[in-house]
């Protein structure tokens, strides 16, 4: 029997930024962590150019607790950001390696940041934009299209596009066969439907996470899935 999803790789490219990384709204409260003035003064589009220019000002260690602080708040100690701030000048990767697979997402935009105020210090951090295809092949598949895309549905298609080998079956096997999947929110840490087709049938699915997920759907075009969301707990069987 076949799957409700046909899917087909678009295209996957490893890329240096992502939608919604960083917002004016976080500028300006990383502006006013930093104890710059007169922060309402400052136009919209010099918003980075300050935030970049306060950065310079600080010793590296102090800027990457900084940034690390406002991103990452009460989930991590300060005995831990400063260890990041040193994996990142030793040019290391804790966008992907931290074991806490939740913090990866706003490590990778702290990180960010920090190159580009200090671009001869800290790593350029990279990650893979995932383009994908997915065509309903029922009335159930075609309603799921029709909603944003939920981190646990979006893990379980990426999964039935690799084999068993894969780091995501290899960590998930059970959490993908199962109701629920709490932890798919730090494998996708974007993930966004474009317009569907006329019938609702069809639509682009674009994934952004690390390497470290992705890479295993390098060499895949098409794969079926049977991806589902997450089941409410009100909807549990007895």
């Keep these: 029997m076949s799957k409700p999803f046909l899917v087909s790789v678009l295209g996957l490219k490893k890329i240096h930024d992502m939608p919604k990384t960083w917002a004016e ?7 006013t962590r930093l104890e710059v003035d007169d922060i309402d003064e400052i136009e ?3 918003l980075l ?3 970049l220019m306060a950065l310079q000002d600080l010793d590296p260690e102090d800027a990457g607790d900084q940034v690390l602080a406002y991103k990452l708040g009460s989930d991590v100690s300060a005995g831990s950001r400063q ?7 030793e040019g290391q990767r804790p966008w992907e390696e931290l074991s806490d697979i939740r913090l990866h997402a706003r490590v990778f935009a702290a990180s960010l940041l920090l190159y580009q105020a200090r671009p001869r210090l800290f790593p350029k951090p990279d990650m893979l ?6 065509k309903a092949r029922n009335a159930e598949a075609k309603a799921l299209l029709a909603t944003p895309p939920e981190a646990a549905f979006v893990t379980r ?13 290899r960590l998930f096997d059970e959490q993908l066969a199962a109701r629920s999947f709490p932890e798919a929110d730090g494998v996708i840490w974007l993930a966004e439907f474009g317009e569907p087709d006329d019938d609702g049938s069809s639509a682009t699915l674009t994934v ?13 075009d098409q794969f079926e899935s049977g991806a589902y969301n997450d089941c409410p707990d009100d909807e549990d069987e007895d």
Excluded at 83 to 89: A, E, F, G, M, P
């Design 49 to 51: 150019e300050f935030v």
């Design 25 to 31: 709204e976080d500028y300006r409260a990383l502006l």
């Design 44 to 46: 919209s589009r010099d």
């Design 129 to 134: 934009q995932l383009m994908l295809q997915l």
């Design 208 to 220: 952004y996470s690390s390497q470290h997920w992705l890479h295993d759907l390098e060499n895949v």
């Design 157 to 169: 298609v990426l999964a039935d596009g690799m084999d068993e080998h894969s780091i995501l079956e």
């Design 83 to 89: 260890n990041i701030v040193q994996d990142l000048l």
